[in-house]
């Protein structure tokens, strides 16, 4: 026993000497964990000041970890948290700051004023009571204070008022509260509402998209937002949102059947124009229509896609279905451009009467449409031009008609009509038959003179200063070995 106590008091003196090391290393442990949060903090009010929010953020994160129990950090984390407009993170941590210290009256007067700003009054008024037994002359709470009774009348007005459906005044005095209430999502969402039900789809858009940055999780948001951009025919608007939907929640079950149905409506609207741009008219009139064949209500979708046969109608030659589908456009929306579309097409189906009122629409729509001016100048000239002599009509072809149809058909009228053919008086009205159809191969073959036709001049007629001296039988030597001609 006694040759024992020289080996156990060694042990105690060593195990002694080992904890004041340990202590020690301990303390300077702490001095340097205290000294990084100092550090954090100080970078973190410098980054504040600089507007550097997220970067603020993440070192007072960092000064949290480091110390979990100091209740200003929490305060000064919750600052940055509410000026990103993050309520719920700011509320937890100024839930925390007043745990650790109750009689911290800047955190209770700062989160009476966030829940006043949720619309959360009764807690508002509990925290603002504390601070005013606190501090009876703090005049931020006493005006919050005041706003409470105020604030909750008018929740009911714009309730009553909404439920009536008188949305103007329902809107003006949702607008009064949330001035008071700002992050109070549920407002902006029944002011949108509002907005809706008097067809101010934009102003719904804002109000929702701001109550999806007010809640980061909110489905219900997104949803809105992807059908009110799929109401104004903005397939592509409806995509990105519908897609923000299903982040959040990949099951979501009726946010899944829509962006399924809008991906489809959305490629097809691109290919269309794409196609149209491109000028390959049936591959653009194939997209739209499966557009219809996909969406049967929403208006504007269907806008974009009647609007697309219109245009690709009209340039594959289809008169009838453009002048329908340009029609249905219009009936949805009345758009200069479209309405000078369907005036192409009455031009060409020699529709003037129709062609100068669609123009003259669109002027009213917009004086300055180039587009409408030169077009109604145009159909004016070529209503006149009608009624004098059409070369497309003396030949019988199309206005689009190439250059071998209208030298066929020219053949064809020329054998038909030839003077030498006829007889006494029938032989003179021949003769002028004759002269017509020559006029319209000289006219329809050559490029420049069948341009300025079609902009309602006629290259021929002596008083358009382009006549030439126009002689018919220069230009039927292709019959000459067939015919004899006998004029004196």
């Known amino acids: 026993m006694e040759c024992l106590q020289p080996v156990l008091s060694s042990k105690i003196v060593s195990a002694w000497m080992l904890f004041l090391i340990l202590d020690g290393l301990f303390d300077v442990s702490l001095s340097t964990s205290q000294a990084e949060v100092n550090k954090h903090l100080d970078l973190g009010r410098e980054l504040l000041s600089r507007g550097q929010l997220q970067d603020a953020l993440s070192h007072f994160h960092a000064a949290v970890e480091g110390d979990p129990r100091n209740y200003l950090t929490y305060f000064k984390r919750a600052t940055v948290y509410l000026a990103l407009g993050k309520a719920k993170l700011g ?26 700003k949720l619309a959360h009054f009764d807690e508002a008024r509990g925290d603002l009571e504390t601070v005013l037994q606190l501090n009876p002359y703090n005049e931020e709470a006493m005006l919050s204070y005041s706003r409470i009774g105020p604030v ?142 996909i969406e049967s209500s929403a208006a504007m979708i269907k806008f974009h896609a009647k609007d697309k046969l219109c245009s690709c109608y009209l340039h594959s030659d289809k008169l009838e279905l453009s002048l329908r589908s340009c029609g249905e456009a219009l009936e949805i929306s009345k758009e200069p451009r479209i309405l000078c579309d369907r005036a192409e097409a009455y031009i060409n189906s020699e529709l003037y009467d129709d062609a100068i009122r669609d123009y003259k629409d669109a002027l009213e729509i917009d004086e300055h449409f180039q587009r409408a001016k030169e077009g109604l100048d145009r159909a004016r000239k070529l209503q006149k ?47 002028k038959k004759f002269i017509d159809i020559a006029a319209a191969k000289e006219v329809l073959t050559d490029p420049e003179k069948r341009r300025q036709f079609d902009q309602g001049e006629d290259p021929l007629d002596p008083e358009s200063g382009q006549h030439q001296g126009f002689n018919p039988f220069q230009h039927h030597h292709g019959f000459q070995h067939t015919w004899k001609f006998h004029f004196n």
């Open 91 to 116: 509320l937890t941590d100024l839930d925390t700051v007043i745990e650790l210290k109750p009689d911290f009256t800047a955190a209770r007067l700062q989160r009476g004023l966030v829940h006043m």
């Open 385 to 431: 031009q009608s009624e004098q002599r059409d070369y497309y009509k003396i030949l019988g072809v199309r206005r689009n008609a190439n250059k071998q149809e209208i030298i066929k058909a020219y053949r064809k009228q020329a054998q038909k009509w030839h003077p030498d053919n006829f007889q006494g008086e029938e032989k003179k009205s021949a003769e």
């Open 152 to 293: 909750k009348e008018d929740i009911e007005l714009a309730q009553d008022l909404y439920r009536r459906q008188d949305y103007p005044a329902a809107i003006d005095v949702i607008t009064r509260i949330i001035e008071v209430c700002p992050w109070a999502s549920w407002l902006r969402e029944l002011r949108a509402d509002c907005h809706t039900a008097l067809g101010d789809t934009m102003s719904a858009i804002s109000d929702i998209r701001t109550t999806t940055k007010l809640q980061s999780d909110n489905t219900g948001g997104y949803r809105k937002l992807a059908a009110l951009h799929y109401q104004l025919g903005e397939a592509g608007e409806a995509l990105k949102e519908i897609r923000e939907l299903l982040k959040l929640d990949p099951d979501h079950k009726e946010g899944g059947e829509f962006y399924r149905k809008v991906k489809k409506v959305a490629k097809f609207l691109d290919d269309a124009q794409e196609a149209l741009n491109g000028k390959n008219y049936a591959r653009c009139i194939d997209s739209a229509n499966k557009v219809l064949h």
